[in-house]
């Protein structure tokens, strides 16, 4: 179900608005305050566009360009007034929304790539720092918060990863484990990224029974050209709208949590959420409940299994 293309929103369901926004390159406080100023315009042009959206989604980097510069002066905090632009813009337009931003780190270490969500009040209500920035270029030190979960618009239940995050089966599984209905992944992606964004965001999406809201930067600064792929999943793994990478495109679709809950609830075959801790669950009462995988018992205790094949980075 897609809502035709999120125009339509049916009784439990929410529409979620996912924006192209175009890359620019930021060096200075003025451009970081034009990048803002662009994206609470686009904000407005979402709820234009689409009366019922619920939630406007931004990608990672929208606001700083791809230069991952960590230059003190166009570093953001969340009493500044990027963060206060956006809370205006969602007051002012009744809707919740979804922004990045690069973060001061007071604690004296490189910065933090911050994902906030903002509802219809201007409350913030889930920070969530980038667990895995991209080896080897991003400079952000890793997040040290976990993976987040929270209750979105229409008490749906959400998480949101950040670009590379995705690439991990294992931030899915952790969203969907406590409870994360669907999963927003936002990226500054380039295009020889295309086919791995796809394969991923619909893996996750099937292997953790939710649906997956995904989104990039798109267009061309003097270096880069992001690739944009706005992307719905439902949770069998079907694309549901796909975007392409037109800068400061809209792609919206209806997402309906209900046929989350009843297939974890009722499905058998391929609810892999259960079935990982209740292996053989015919052939045992109750299901085998071990950890058979050495790499979860090595990260707890401290060894990453890792080391023996990237010593030299």
């Given amino acids: 179900m897609s809502g035709l293309g999120g125009l339509n929103k049916t009784t439990g369901g929410i529409v979620i608005a996912a924006v192209q926004s175009q890359l620019f390159r930021v060096d200075t406080p003025q451009c970081l305050a034009r990048a803002t100023d662009h994206i609470v315009a686009l904000v407005r042009r979402a709820k234009r566009q689409y009366p ?16 991952m510069s960590t230059d003190p002066s166009i570093m953001c905090s969340m009493d500044g007034p990027e963060v206060a632009a956006f809370r205006r813009a969602c007051v002012d337009e009744k809707v919740w929304g979804v922004f990045s931003i690069m973060e001061k780190n007071h604690e004296g270490a490189m910065p933090w790539n911050v994902g906030i969500t903002i509802n219809h009040r201007g409350e913030l209500v889930n920070y969530y720092r980038k667990m895995h920035p991209w080896v080897p270029v991003e400079p952000w030190y890793p997040g040290n918060q976990g993976v987040s979960v929270f209750t979105g618009p229409g008490g749906v239940k959400m998480s949101l990863i950040i670009c590379h995050d995705g690439m991990f089966p294992e931030m899915a599984r952790e969203a969907a484990y406590r409870g994360a209905e669907v999963l927003l992944r936002t990226a ?4 020889p990224i295309r086919q791995a964004w796809e394969v991923t965001n ?12 995904s989104v990039a930067l798109a267009g061309a600064d003097s270096t880069w050209r992001s690739m944009g792929q706005a992307t719905f999943v439902d949770p069998e793994g079907t694309v549901l709208e ?9 792609v919206a679709c209806e997402v309906r949590a209900d046929e989350v809950r009843r297939r974890r609830r009722e499905w058998g075959v391929e609810n892999n959420l259960f079935q990982l801790g209740h ?6 009462r109750g299901g085998a409940m071990d950890c058979p995988y050495s790499y979860m018992t090595d990260l707890t205790q401290g060894r990453s299994p890792t080391v023996e094949y990237q010593k030299d980075l």
């Fill in 202 to 213: 619909r893996a996750n999406a099937l292997t953790n029974l939710m649906y997956t809201v």
């Fill in 242 to 250: 796909r975007g392409d990478g037109t800068p400061d495109h809209i």
């Fill in 279 to 284: 292996r053989g669950y015919v052939a045992v």
């Fill in 188 to 191: 500054g992606y380039t295009s």
């Fill in 52 to 67: 019922a959206v619920d939630m406007v989604l931004f990608p990672e980097y929208a606001i700083h360009g791809l230069s």
